[in-house]
């Protein structure tokens, strides 16, 4: 069974930076698409980035797309989400996700979740 923990969650001003984190433990992952979801109050919960088996492909939403960048770390088993330019509307529990295909951007094609991270942006 593979588990996953986010970490690097916090309380940013608006234009600030975060770095989030996901580790992997189980199985190797390296063969496993990784995604980031996230979920504000009241809102369905939203694709923000995804990355092939390989790290060769990245995908993202258009809201995040230049100011966000996922990266992962095969010999680590860890994903990585680094936010830049935070904006107030970025804030949201943010999910780390494992998906068994190779590439994967809709949230049923991911297999684990993580609790998720809260991520809180001030303006």
């Known amino acids: 069974q593979v588990q996953l923990v986010e970490s690097g969650g916090g309380l940013v001003q608006a234009g600030g930076s975060l770095r989030l984190s996901c580790a992997a433990s189980?199985?190797?992952?390296?063969?496993?698409?990784m995604g980031w979801f996230r979920q504000a109050p009241g809102k369905e919960r939203e694709f923000v980035a995804a990355?092939?088996?390989?790290?060769?492909?990245?995908y993202y939403a258009d809201s995040v797309k230049g100011r966000f960048t996922i990266s992962r770390d095969n010999a680590k088993s860890t994903a990585y989400l680094q936010m830049n330019s935070l904006k107030p509307e970025d804030t949201a529990v943010y999910y780390c996700?494992?998906?068994?295909?190779?590439?994967?951007?809709?949230?049923?094609?991911?297999?684990?979740w993580g609790q998720g991270t809260q991520v809180t942006v001030s303006s």
């Open positions: 996700a494992l998906s068994k295909l190779r590439v994967a951007v809709k949230d049923y094609e991911y297999d684990y």
């Open positions: 189980g199985r190797t992952i390296s063969t496993y698409a």
């Open positions: 990355i092939s088996w390989n790290g060769y492909g990245t």
